[in-house]
């Protein structure tokens, strides 16, 4: 289960109307699995690409949207000597699809649907952990609410989450197409003062706390983590640039989830 919270200070703008967005703030979630562009250090050297890529509808549209989220990261192990992130990678798929209530960005907007996701964690360069795979398959029911303050823009997402065919045990031997059943959940809190009518070009102060975990069960491993980020984003004609510090506890992701952590870092993240 993963949770994000975002809090973000506006400043006051002059900007024609036609220069300003939509809400901006589903893009600053600390979710590991976020739709982002990311290069960045927490506890290691990380670099993510993942993106939505819509096939109906859209984030800003009321109705029904759907889209496919692929992603890939690349890690390297604690105290690498590697200059770039390559000793260890996680790919990850999820197809998406959800209905939006409420048409006004100026007030509250619900989201309720589905989605249907695999992981799977790979060990390529790594010493302790040689031809080493995990993989998770899971159903996960959506939802959402997006609600406008002054100068503040508060989103909440959660999901509840089944797993299934899942396999996290690194001693359990891995292999394709077996594994063990469990549950679990995410949540993500975001607070972006860029509101509902962010300006282009603007620069807005933001804060985000990601949650989640697993039930232990056969070979599913008990899994708890939690992520904090804080920096500022603005958009342009290049697209969305966040630069951000960020705190990791609990588990980690990919082939080392089986390991408690406790990181800080920095870290840029782009958005189309």
């Known amino acids: ?7 973000v200070v506006h400043a006051q703008t002059d900007e024609p109307e036609e220069k300003t967005l939509g809400p901006q703030s589903q893009w600053l979630s600390a979710s590991p699995d976020a739709p982002q562009i990311a290069f960045f250090w927490s506890g290691h050297l990380r670099g993510r690409l993942s993106a939505r890529i819509p096939f109906i509808g859209g984030l800003q549209e009321p109705g029904f949207s759907m889209a496919l989220l692929p992603l890939i990261e690349l890690q390297n192990e604690d105290g690498s000597d590697q200059a770039l ?8 798929l999820s197809l998406q699809g959800a209905w939006t209530w409420g048409e006004d960005p100026d007030a509250p907007r619900f989201s309720l649907g589905g989605a249907i996701e695999h992981e799977s964690d790979h060990a390529t360069a790594r010493t302790d952990a040689p031809d080493a795979s995990l993989q998770l398959n899971d159903v996960a029911l959506l939802g959402a609410v997006q609600i406008p303050k002054p100068r503040l823009m508060i989103r909440l997402d959660m999901q509840a989450v089944t797993y299934v065919i899942s396999c996290t045990d690194i001693n359990a031997a891995c292999v394709d197409f077996a594994g063990s059943t469990s549950f679990g959940g995410i949540a993500d809190l975001m607070l972006d003062a860029g509101g509902a009518r962010p300006a282009k070009g603007k620069w807005y102060l933001f804060g985000s706390v990601n949650a989640a975990g697993i039930v232990p ?42 390991n408690t952590v406790t990181q800080g870092g920095l870290g840029v993240r782009w958005v189309p």
């Open 217 to 258: 069960n056969g070979d599913v491993i008990r899994e708890l983590r939690a992520s904090l980020n804080f920096g500022v984003w603005s958009r342009s004609r290049l697209g969305m640039w966040q630069f951000y510090a960020l705190g990791f506890f609990g588990n980690d992701v990919g082939i080392d989830r089986g």
């Open 1 to 7: 289960m993963i949770c994000s919270a975002a809090a």
């Open 85 to 92: 992130p390559n000793e260890s990678w996680r790919g990850r």
